[in-house]
């Protein structure tokens, strides 16, 4: 969630970075309601994993993802 307030905190973070969550649901959801432009809502991936995508408030893509399984 960092990239959602970098503008406040003053983080330098760079553009289309990844976030993983053991919840990318929520997360989303989390972050659309925090000002989070949404992109692509979390969905189910053919190798396991739940990917989905949000603009920050800068514009910048942000894949919130869970772990890959093994």
């Known amino acids: 969630m960092v990239l959602l307030f970098a503008r406040t905190a003053g ?3 760079p553009p289309g970075s ?3 969550w053991s919840a990318p649901h ?3 959801e989390k972050a659309v309601s925090a000002g989070a432009s949404p992109v692509k809502p979390p969905e189910e991936k053919p190798w396991g994993q739940v990917v ?3 603009r ?3 514009g ?3 894949e919130l993802c869970s772990a ?3």
Do not use: E, H, W
């Open 60 to 62: 910048c893509l942000v």
């Open 11 to 13: 983080a330098i973070l």
């Open 26 to 28: 929520q997360a989303y």
């Open 52 to 54: 989905g995508y949000v």
């Open 56 to 58: 920050d408030l800068n």
């Open 18 to 20: 990844k976030s993983r």
């Open 68 to 70: 890959t399984p093994a």
